[in-house]
């Protein structure tokens, strides 16, 4: 069976410091690989998706960035974190094949930043 | 692009009660829409979910019902528990590769 991993759990950091937050999926090949983030109280934002290696699709614009280095690893980064990006950060997959419609989460990071 | 609005924002039921969420969607070419479960703390999961070739899917206590035409989609829960107490996220999928999620509904299963 499929299983998605991120870490770390939790992250406190300061404002201008840098950020990874990784994410990999075991028990499936090629999957379809999602980063979110859910504000406080706040509804699902898609960041970026990646459906190969190295092809990664921006939603939104802000200071943070994406790579997929393996197959199954994704990974977040941002050179210099603000204030903002304070919140819950959730990795999902997807099965490509037969339409890639559903997505599961991993367990999250939440990142507080000071 | 795909829009998903979702409704009510907040829902207080009395336990043995349903619960009824409703979510409308912008793009007639949507043809998948999961709901998800999301307890405080915890990540989504996913409950139920139905494609556009289907009406209505029912697992136990919860059934989603879709209209195509009037492009809506709810989600009900009946003889509700405490343990139903949570966030609820529909989403709607105009092609494979992405999810657009409504903004969520608190529920509240009052004992």
């Known amino acids: 069976s499929q299983t998605i991993h991120q870490w770390p759990a939790t992250l406190v950091q300061p404002v201008g410091s840098p950020l990874s937050l990784e994410c990999t999926v075991e028990?499936?090949?090629?999957?379809?690989l999602y980063w979110y983030r859910q504000a406080a109280g706040r509804g699902l934002q898609l960041l970026f998706y990646?459906?190969?290696?190295?092809?990664i699709s921006s939603e939104v614009p802000q200071n943070l960035s994406a790579s997929r280095p393996q197959d199954r690893q994704f990974i977040l980064s941002s050179k210099k974190l603000l204030l903002s990006d304070s919140g819950f950060y959730l990795c999902?997959?997807?099965?490509?094949?037969?339409?890639?419609?559903?997505?599961?989460f991993g367990p999250g990071t939440r990142l507080t930043v000071l | 692009g795909e829009n998903v609005e979702q409704h009510p924002s907040t829902l207080s039921v009395q336990e043995g009660d349903s619960a009824v969420i409703k979510c409308t969607y912008s793009?007639?070419?949507?043809?998948?829409f999961p709901w998800y479960k999301q307890e405080l703390g915890k990540r989504p999961q996913l409950i139920i979910d139905?494609?556009?070739?289907?009406g209505e899917k029912k697992d136990q206590r919860i059934a989603v019902t879709l209209n195509k035409t009037a492009k809506h989609f709810s989600l009900h829960i009946t003889e509700t528990q405490p343990e139903d107490s949570a966030v609820y996220f529909c989403?709607?999928?105009?092609?494979?590769?992405?999810?657009?999620f409504g903004a969520g509904t608190i529920l509240r299963v009052k004992s």
């Open positions: 999902a997959w997807s099965d490509p094949s037969g339409g890639a419609d559903t997505q599961y």
């Open positions: 028990g499936t090949s090629n999957p379809n």
């Open positions: 990646s459906v190969g290696i190295g092809q």
């Open positions: 793009d007639s070419a949507s043809n998948y």
């Open positions: 139905i494609r556009s070739n289907v």
């Open positions: 989403a709607a999928s105009p092609y494979g590769n992405k999810l657009v």
